[in-house]
């Protein structure tokens, strides 16, 4: 069996003879069948996604869809097929009897008959103002398990504390198409696709963040900055006079992966247009949250509703909720945060 707490190798060029596989990792180290199938299912949408973003310019999948998503956003083709992807798997995987999609209005409740006992939560396809001019974009999901009794799933099985999740992830659309994730109290995992095998292939176990909190970089959409409070002003302010670097994608999971593997910090914080943030606290926040943390980083609201707080104690009240996010290495959140005290 592969022993995936080694850090492993980039693999499965045409001239290897072993690699470790995403179906591999999950069958030997889960040991769950139903949660296998599901991240099995998750992973084939992904591998989808990936396809109609690559062929979007051909295939005529770039523009408007015509219609609008439960934030009142309008959807863009390639929103609406990724999130009819995922969607479909997803039932047809037979473990799921909740999914809240960031383009569905209301949660989707499974019929009893093809229910199991996980819900997802999940952005198909996130920076969608990045799909028309070919730059990065992501998927992004967590995992909970059921908890109200019966087959049939409620809203309740979702709208609890982050730290309930039993797993997250993100896949990002970019150069490569990567899958990174983590299993409760397990390391994160990194996997690519390879296009010709069509499987992702383990790349690197027990994903960290750099020690010491890694290159200096800060990482927000610095145009909001006459709406934020004053403690993320004088922060920012400083990363400047420190010689922080900017860099903004505007895709989370771009700027999210970029933060862990390099360091630094990814803000985007409340402000005076939007009182609780933009990014969605349920498959925005609270995964990214989890991976983070998991990454051996901190991932904060700053100052929401009267306090700062972790984000994955947060507890949400609405499945299409939104809050403040500052997540990063604990070298730049936490001096953050020192502004509010
Ligand atoms: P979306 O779900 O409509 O794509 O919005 C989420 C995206 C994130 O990927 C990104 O961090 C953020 O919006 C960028 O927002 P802005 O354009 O305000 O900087
Ligand atoms: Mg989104």
Redesign the pocket.
């Known amino acids: 069996m592969a022993n995936f707490s080694k850090t492993t190798p980039g693999s499965g060029g045409d001239l290897d003879s072993e690699f470790h596989s995403l179906t591999e990792y999950l069958m030997t180290t889960l040991k769950d069948q139903e949660l296998t199938v599901l991240m099995s299912q998750m992973a084939l949408a992904c591998k989808a996604t990936s396809r109609a973003c690559a062929k979007a310019g051909i295939a005529n999948l770039f523009g408007m869809a015509g219609d609008q998503n439960s934030?009142g956003?309008d959807q863009k083709k390639l929103d609406v097929l990724s999130n009819d992807i995922f969607v479909n798997a997803l039932l047809k995987s037979g473990s799921c009897c909740v999914l809240v999609s960031?383009e569905n209005e209301e949660p989707i409740i499974v019929p009893e008959k093809d229910a199991g006992r996980f819900c997802v939560c999940f952005?198909p396809l996130?920076?969608?103002?990045n799909i028309d001019c070919n730059v990065s974009t992501g998927t992004i999901f967590a995992v909970y398990e059921k908890k109200t009794p019966g087959k049939l799933g409620s809203v309740a099985d979702v709208l609890r504390v982050g730290s309930d999740i039993v797993a997250a992830g993100y896949c990002m659309y970019g150069a490569a198409t990567e899958l990174v994730l983590c299993f409760k109290g397990q390391s994160v995992q990194r996997f690519a696709l390879d296009p010709s095998l069509g499987e992702f292939v383990h790349t690197h176990s027990n994903v960290t963040f750099p020690s010491g909190g890694g290159k200096k970089i800060y990482s927000c959409?610095e145009g909001?900055f006459p709406y934020w409070d004053q403690p993320i002003k004088d922060a920012v302010t400083e990363f400047k006079a420190k010689k922080y670097a900017l860099r903004?994608v505007?895709?989370?999971?771009s700027?999210v992966h970029r933060t862990i593997l390099y360091g630094g910090v990814f803000v985007?914080p409340a402000d005076s247009k939007s009182p609780k943030g933009?990014?969605?606290v349920l498959y925005?926040g609270f995964p990214m949250a989890l991976l983070v943390e998991c990454a051996g980083g901190k991932a904060s609201t700053g100052m929401f509703n009267g306090s700062v707080q972790r984000m994955l104690d947060l507890e949400p009240t609405h499945v299409h909720e939104r809050c403040p996010v500052i997540l990063g290495s604990p070298r730049d959140v936490d001096f953050i945060l020192s502004k509010y005290n």
């Open positions: 934030s956003d960031e952005d996130d920076g969608s103002s959409n909001n903004y505007g895709s989370m999971v700027d985007y933009k990014l969605r925005e």
